[in-house]
Nanobody
Framework: QVQLVESGGGSVQSGGSLKLSCATS????????IGWFRQAPGKERELVGS????????YYSDSVKGRFTLSRDSGKNTVYLQMNSLRPEDTAIYFC????????????????WGQGTQVTVSS
């Protein structure tokens, strides 16, 4: 069973950057498309972006497009979420998720979930 573990969260000031990592265990990393979600207190979980199995295609929500970048390193079994120009409204717990089935890149249904990492952006 593949497990997902997020890291890299923390506290930054508005305009700063963070790079989140989603590390996986198991030999089937490349079989999983990966999505990043976030959930702020009192708000619904939001799909931030997704990346295909090969890493060749990415999707971003309008709220982060142009500021966040997804990439994956199959040799390290890791997907990265580079977050630049952070804003206070980006404050949330960020989760990575994986799925085997083929689906639209903005499809929010995933099968495996990590525990999440907190990102706090102060003004």
């Amino acid at each position: 069973q593949v497990q997902l573990v997020e890291s890299g969260g923390g506290s930054v000031q508005s305009g700063g950057s963070l790079k989140l990592s989603c590390a996986t265990s198991g030999p089937t990393f490349t079989a999983y498309a990966i999505g990043w979600f976030r959930q702020a207190p009192g708000k619904e979980r939001e799909l931030v972006g997704s990346i295909t199995r090969s890493g060749g295609h990415t999707y971003y929500s309008d709220s982060v497009k142009g500021r966040f970048t997804l990439s994956r390193d199959s040799g390290k079994n890791t997907v990265y979420l580079q977050m630049n120009s952070l804003r206070p409204e980006d404050t949330a717990i960020y989760f990575c998720a994986g799925r085997l089935r083929i689906a639209a890149m903005d499809d929010p249904i995933y099968d495996l979930w990590g525990q999440g990492t907190q990102v706090t952006v102060s003004s």
